[in-house]
């Protein structure tokens, strides 16, 4: 008769939580696909199968056996496999053996969910920018200040400690993946999975480095130069490759994006590529016409002539003094608003002047 308790290296009146843990340890030390005794690591689930079932358990200490079942092997019905001994252990066994039973995983796995992806790749990273309207006329230079991981100055992105030797993993032969066998409803399926040890890398330092542990990055300043186009509208996403996060043991850069917006201004309004401008007037320029002076966007004036009569809120264009398409191709208009200013305070002979006016008819 086998002795469950002696193969758990538990005592008889041990708790389920200590049968638990017992069993989670020599699981992980015989299981099979770390290099383990296979017999013993049958033995193992053989036990707890029986120790972690109150019934059984207690059939076990009494008649030396459970009689419910098949009668093969101590357990009266234990089937060697990759599943878990009852269901309502398989959180437990799952545990022990490296392998997640989670329904939605399987479904996941074999139709086009998760893959066996090394994750050394390093994050991309998003920040926000703000600039002036005037900056999109010309472009503006920035620089970005940011915390970030960034390659290790000890190891050189290595990992491991200068003069160290980086060794094969043992795990999984160098291949940075590893089979993992489910036991389901539908039946047993097999995937590849990332190599717990090695993380998908399949080499493993002899000797971690001692600043960043292995990562080859550590946390850190760095102040990017970025060029910011002529034309970027607002909530606009630039990319910029290879500034974000660096990646494990040297793994691919990941991108900066940069969300750009632009601050109001208080003379001139942005809608697409043309600008918007009002523009005060005398009721005399209005009336007669006239030639003015308007301000553009990058500090100059232009000459923008009044026709004679016009009325108030009618808008003139002043071709090519919006902003840069961001094609780079051409530019957008500015828009002038004309606005009739009434006086508010008139001196004696302006008054006399729009008496006569008005007895005129104007």
Known sequence: MKDYYKILGVQ???????????????????????????????????????????????????????????????????????????????????????????????????????????????RDIEVEI??????????????????????????????????????????????????????????????????????????????????CKGEGRIKGEDAIKVQIPAGVDSNQILKIVGKGDVGRKKGKVGDLYLRVFIKPHNVFKRKGDDLYVKMP???????????IEVPTIEGTKVLLTIPQGIESGRVLKVSGKGIPHFSGLGRGNMLVEIEIVTPTKLTKDQKELLERLKNEGI
């Open 281 to 291: 007037i005398l009721f005399s320029q209005a009336a007669l016409g006239d030639e």
């Open 12 to 122: 008889k009146g041990a708790t389920l939580e200590d049968i638990k843990k017992a069993y989670r340890r020599l699981a992980h030390k015989y299981h099979p696909d770390k290099g383990g005794d296979a017999t013993r690591f049958k033995e193992v689930a053989e036990a707890y199968q029986v120790l972690s079932d109150t019934d059984k358990r207690a059939q076990y200490d009494k008649f030396g056996r459970v009689f419910e079942g098949s009668p093969q092997g101590g357990a009266g019905g234990f089937q060697w496999g990759w599943g878990a001994p009852h269901e309502h252990d398989a959180e437990e066994f799952s545990e022990g053996f490296g392998v997640d039973f989670d329904l939605q995983d399987i479904f996941e796995d074999f139709f086009g969910g998760k893959n066996a992806k090394n994750t050394k790749g390093g």
């Open 130 to 211: 703000s600039i002036p309207l005037e900056a999109t006329i010309k472009g503006k230079e920035e620089i970005i200040n940011l915390t970030k991981l960034i390659i290790c100055s000890r190891c050189q992105g290595v990992g491991a400690e200068p003069s160290t030797k980086v060794k094969e993993c043992f795990s999984c032969r160098g291949q940075g993946q590893v089979q993992q066998i489910k036991r389901t409803v539908f039946g047993s399926f097999t995937r590849v999975g990332l190599c717990p040890e090695c993380k998908g890398e399949g080499l493993i330092p002899e000797h971690p480095c001692n600043v």
